[in-house]
């Protein structure tokens, strides 16, 4: 995919992983919203990257209302929409039966769910209708990647195909891969997923 004067919503961009590919995205020409609970370090990243090519949107990816104010900031603020990466995710560290025979608390998990899964499959969601509105150049459809994918990859994103004239996905089952490496790949419209 051409990345240069592309828009992109990188969720989690305010660090790790998403800081990592809103910088690269950003150096090869495109522009990024931050989609990012962390204010001051999405801010500073923003400042950073340049105000033309960059934003910050404090946005909680599980939220419907938060997680469409991202996806209309790179709409209204840099005129559409070419790709959604998401990186926001938490990954707390509990077991199930801790050492003082302490378990595994409830809250915790359906936090993690409601993060990483649910607020995945929102910001994907509202992406996709973003994206389905794109006027068509060359080849426009899907491609889904996972550094861990496997078969279910390409069931779950099964339900996005009828919005798009094509429908690509390749699964990427190589650990380690260099999120860098793939976003060199892309199609015309994307949703890349760091999450496994
Ligand atoms: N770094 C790795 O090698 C690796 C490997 C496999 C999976 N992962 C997963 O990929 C994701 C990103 O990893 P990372 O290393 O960049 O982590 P990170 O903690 O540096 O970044 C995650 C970002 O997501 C943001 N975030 C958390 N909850 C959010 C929410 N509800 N809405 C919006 N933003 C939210 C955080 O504020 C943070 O800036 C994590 O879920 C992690 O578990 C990371």
Redesign the pocket.
């Known amino acids: 995919m051409k990345i240069e004067n592309g828009v992109f919503v990188v969720?989690?961009g305010?660090?790790?992983?998403?800081a990592g590919t809103a910088r690269m995205i950003v150096e090869a020409g495109g522009r990024v919203v931050l989609?990012?609970?962390?204010r001051e370090a999405g801010e500073a990243l923003a400042r950073e990257l340049g105000t033309v090519q960059a934003c910050f949107v404090e946005?909680?990816?599980?939220n419907e209302e938060s997680a469409k104010a991202a996806i209309d900031a790179a709409v209204s603020g840099f005129g559409g929409l070419n790709g959604l990466i998401n990186?926001?995710?938490?990954?707390p560290a509990e077991k199930v039966i801790g050492k003082d025979n302490a378990i595994h608390r409830l809250a915790t998990f359906q936090k993690v769910i409601n993060?990483?899964l649910v607020?995945t499959f929102n910001m994907i969601r509202l992406a996709a209708d973003a994206m389905s509105r794109n006027a068509p150049y060359g080849k426009r459809g899907i491609h889904g990647a996972t550094?861990f994918g496997n078969d279910n990859t390409l069931k779950n994103l099964n339900p996005f195909a009828g919005a798009f004239d094509n429908f690509n996905i390749d699964i990427y089952g190589i650990p380690n891969l260099e999120v860098g490496s793939l976003v060199g790949n892309f199609l015309h419209c994307l949703i890349f997923n760091?999450?496994?």
């Open positions: 969720t989690g305010a660090s790790g992983l998403g989609a990012d609970l962390q946005t909680d990816v599980s990186c926001a995710g938490i990954a993060v990483n607020g550094a760091c999450l496994n």
